[in-house]
T-cell receptor, first 111, second 116 residues
Framework: DAKTTQPPSMDCAEGRAANLPCNHS???????VYWYRQIHSQGPQYIIH???NNETNEMASLIITEDRKSSTLILPHATLRDTAVYYC????????????FGAGTRLFVKA | GAVVSQHPSWVICKSGTSVKIECRSL??????MFWYRQFPKQSLMLMAT?????????EQGVEKDKFLINHASLTLSTLTVTSAHPEDSSFYIC????????????FGSGTQLSVL
């Protein structure tokens, strides 16, 4: 699976948009970009995923560059409950393939 | 949405005893389940891939005789930490993907193991 690079930590003011970048320059054509987050002492929670088009759901938006070498997760109106570690992962879209976690970005949302 | 149930949430045991952790997919069938461990302030580390009806595949450096995995049905995988020692104390997390639709990986809530 391709490796991802994320900043170790970021701050965001409550109510503002949080933009979390991820580099995945070695992504292959059949690999998707997934985002998960982990709140302290809980299992990771799925946020969103995409192949090449931008995606939006009730939690977030995912912007993938045209060359697919990087992406940005956008939390449009961050709340204190969004404080968590956010993991960007690239993997094939098949259940049997391993999901390898990098270090992630620790997002602190401040009041 | 799909739910993965992990039990117990936390367990304290004496050194030398064995501990079993269960991972169940509640509303879907999971051909493949994954087991992770996580130390404080670190990322999740994949331990093994659990395949229903066959032997688990372990990642490099993970002792298969130490961490026994059984995936006897499409909804249940178990991880047994045998002869646990204090260095096995960790947060263990399972995950599962829906059979035939592997888009999302669903995670259990984790098990905090403390070995005294």
């Amino acid at each position: 699976d391709a490796k991802t690079t994320q900043p170790p930590s970021m701050d965001c003011a409550e109510g503002r948009a949080a933009n979390l970048p991820c580099n995945h320059s070695t992504i292959s054509g059949n690999e998707y970009v997934y985002w998960y987050r982990q709140i302290h002492s809980q299992g990771p929670q799925y946020i969103i995923h995409g192949l090449k088009n931008n995606e939006t759901n009730e939690m977030a938006s995912l912007i993938i560059t045209e060359d697919r070498k990087s992406s940005t997760l956008i939390l449009p109106h961050a709340t204190l409950r969004d404080t968590a570690v956010y993991y960007c992962i690239v993997r094939r879209n098949t259940g049997g393939f391993k999901t390898i976690f990098g270090a992630g970005t620790r997002l602190f949302v401040k009041a | 949405g799909a739910v993965v149930s992990q039990h117990p949430s936390w367990v304290i045991c004496k050194s030398g005893t064995s501990v079993k952790i269960e991972c169940r997919s509640l509303d879907f069938q999971a051909t493949t389940m994954f087991w992770y461990r996580q130390f404080p302030k670190q990322s999740l580390m994949l331990m093994a891939t659990s395949n229903e009806g066959s032997k688990a595949t372990y990642e490099q450096g993970v002792e298969k005789d130490k961490f026994l995995i059984n995936h006897a049905s499409l909804t249940l995988s178990t991880l047994t930490v045998t002869s646990a020692h204090p260095e096995d104390s960790s947060f263990y997390i399972c995950s599962a993907s829906r059979t035939g639709g592997g888009e999302k990986l669903f995670f259990g809530s984790g098990t905090q193991l403390s070995v005294l």
